[in-house]
């Protein structure tokens, strides 16, 4: 083999006999010994992390799995309907949902904030320092007209049970670094500038705590999508044992009711014969 037949990985490599994945005997050092958190924060940062940042981890996993009938659930349980032999093209449907407004928040969140701190003229090291830049920033969108990622829930309006939860964990373990910090920040100086108090979100805090934990910010949808990966798969397990796909369809369909678009008003249909 010449050196441009080479691929070097530090993942995953196998031959007739062994599999090794992040340098160990996949069946003798990893099967039974790792779990499965551990193993995908391993392969993200390719170093083998310890058991606060896999608790962490963890936690952001089990908090983004699932919400409910939310959107994502719902076309996986549709398309089961459409294809119900293609397990495979209900995930996907499902998880081609990971946008700006559910899943995608995660991403957006650590984004603002990674940028944020990086564009900082100094290190805050006290909350009064935090809040003052955390006041800029918010200063700055309701200038520009942006939203602050992480800032608002459809159905929490107070508080998403989440985000304190996630706080106090990453406390614990002596994880809770810059990103949440500065998360925390915008969630106490947000209210005069915006004229209403909005919750800090759990898709926001998540990111936050995977910045923290070292994971770069152009990862940080796929740990979205691995959590929710779990989530639709339970929504199609339910939805096989007991369907609803079917009423959902049913219940929409009948609703339909037609209106002409502006621009078929205007162009009243002409016969070709």
């Known amino acids: ?71 994502t659930a719902i076309v996986s349980r549709l398309t089961l309907l459409s294809a119900p032999d293609s397990i495979q093209g209900a995930m996907a449907a499902g998880l081609l949902g990971g946008g700006s407004r559910f899943l995608g928040v995660t991403e957006d969140t650590g984004r603002f904030l990674h940028r944020a701190l990086v564009q900082a003229p100094l290190h805050p090291t006290t909350e009064n320092e935090w ?7 918010i200063q700055d969108a ?3 007209k942006l939203y602050i990622p992480g800032l608002g829930h459809p159905v929490h309006k107070e508080v998403d049970p989440r985000t304190p939860v996630l706080m106090d964990l990453c406390r614990e373990e002596g994880l809770y670094g810059d990103h949440l910090s500065l998360f925390a920040a915008i969630g106490r100086v947000h209210a005069p500038v915006l ?23 152009e990862v940080l949808r796929g740990v979205s999508l691995l959590a929710r990966s779990a989530g639709l798969l339970g929504q199609i ?37």
Request: charged share 25%; glycine share 10%; with cysteine.
């Open 195 to 217: 004229g209403r108090q909005l919750p800090l979100n759990g898709a926001g805090v998540c990111g936050a705590a995977l910045c923290d934990l070292g994971i770069p910010v």
């Open 1 to 71: 083999m010449t050196n441009s037949d080479s691929y070097p990985t530090g993942l995953g490599s196998s031959d007739e006999r062994t599999i090794s994945l992040l340098g160990q005997s996949l069946a003798e050092d990893m099967m039974g010994r790792v779990g499965f958190g551990e193993l995908a924060l391993w392969m993200l940062n390719q170093r083998r992390p310890n058991a606060s940042e896999v608790r962490i981890f963890e936690a952001v996993l089990v908090a983004l799995a699932d919400h409910g009938f939310t959107p």
């Open 237 to 273: 397990a339910e939805e096989l044992r007991n369907p609803i796909g079917m009423d959902i369809y049913l219940h929409v369909e009948p609703g339909a009711r037609y209106e002409p678009s502006p621009f078929q008003a205007d162009q009243p249909f002409e016969s070709k014969d």
């Open 131 to 137: 809040d003052e830049i955390a006041l800029r920033l």
């Open 142 to 144: 309701k200038r520009d």
